[in-house]
């Protein structure tokens, strides 16, 4: 095919026109964009105690930056009541910062000193089953069988032991599931279990409650202090030198956690 020398050249000089075009419009929309602000991330519960907080430095904020909402955070972060048409009053405010302490504290502190309280105690009672192994019977089982607790003191605590080891076991996957479990589940199995943790925890808490005030009733009267639970406690119920050491129909260790386990740490 033959191309004329004038086509050619028309051809190389549109080509090279757009080149140049091109370029220069890069070049032009590079040298206007503006340069992007550094963005700082705030907790949403804090904007409001801004030092700068008033009426004159939210306008003076909105005249040198342009679109800064944070004036708009710190109003509906103040806790005041607005209007609302409805009967709930608390729709009023938008931002409700009930319960943010305690967000906060069960987050940091218990999530993780808990952690530490939790490994220690489960370290403690396997030291215990390696050093000392099983507790034996000092003289062979008899073949005789009394009744040590009646029926509805057998049924109260079987109800508490059930529903604290479901409360123990749904409280772990809800406060330190997100750690361990998410990661080898992933995030759908990991949602629809935490759900029905959270209904099993909703559910059972009252059904606990029941059981540790009606313990309480029953087992009172027999975990007051006696005259030998000082004996059992400076022996340490004959953990250490091996002998059996009296004691009523509870022992000092039974009232310890009778008193500091169930009853301060059931009622807290």
């Known amino acids: 095919m033959n191309v004329s020398f004038g086509s050619m050249l028309r051809t190389i000089l549109v080509v090279s026109s757009l080149a ?8 032009q929309g590079t040298a206007q ?5 550094k963005v ?3 907790n949403i519960m804090d904007v409001g105690r801004a030092p700068n ?8 904020a909105g005249n040198n930056q342009p679109g800064n909402n944070a004036p708009i955070w710190r109003a509906v972060n103040s806790e005041t009541v607005n209007y609302v048409s ?11 910062k009930t319960g943010q302490e305690w967000r906060l504290i069960r987050n940091g502190v218990i999530t993780v000193y808990g952690a530490w309280l939790l490994t220690f105690a489960l370290c403690g009672v396997v030291a215990m089953y390696v050093l000392k192994g099983t507790i034996k019977l000092h003289e062979p089982m008899s073949g005789r069988k009394i009744q040590r607790f009646t029926l509805l003191e057998r049924i109260t605590h079987w109800t508490m032991a059930f529903t604290f080891v479901a409360l123990a076991f749904t409280g772990i996957m809800i406060l330190w599931g997100k750690y361990f479990l998410l990661p080898l589940t992933g995030p759908a199995f990991f949602g629809a279990f935490l759900l029905v943790c959270k209904n099993v925890h909703n559910f059972v808490g009252p059904a606990f ?33 091996g002998k059996h050491i009296p004691a009523g129909f509870f022992n000092f ?15 807290a």
């Open 20 to 27: 140049v075009s091109s370029f220069s419009f890069a070049q």
């Open 33 to 37: 964009s503006p340069t992007p602000q």
């Open 40 to 42: 700082e991330s705030v």
């Open 53 to 60: 907080a008033t009426s004159q430095a939210a306008i003076e």
């Open 86 to 96: 409805i009967p709930n009053k608390e729709a009023g405010v938008l931002i409700q």
């Open 209 to 241: 409650t029941v059981s540790i005030v009606v313990f309480f009733l029953l087992f009172v009267r027999r975990n007051l202090p006696e005259k030998g639970d000082l004996d059992w406690a400076l022996g340490f119920g004959g953990l250490i030198s």
């Open 253 to 267: 260790g039974e009232k310890f956690w009778f008193w500091v386990g169930m009853v301060i740490l059931g009622s």
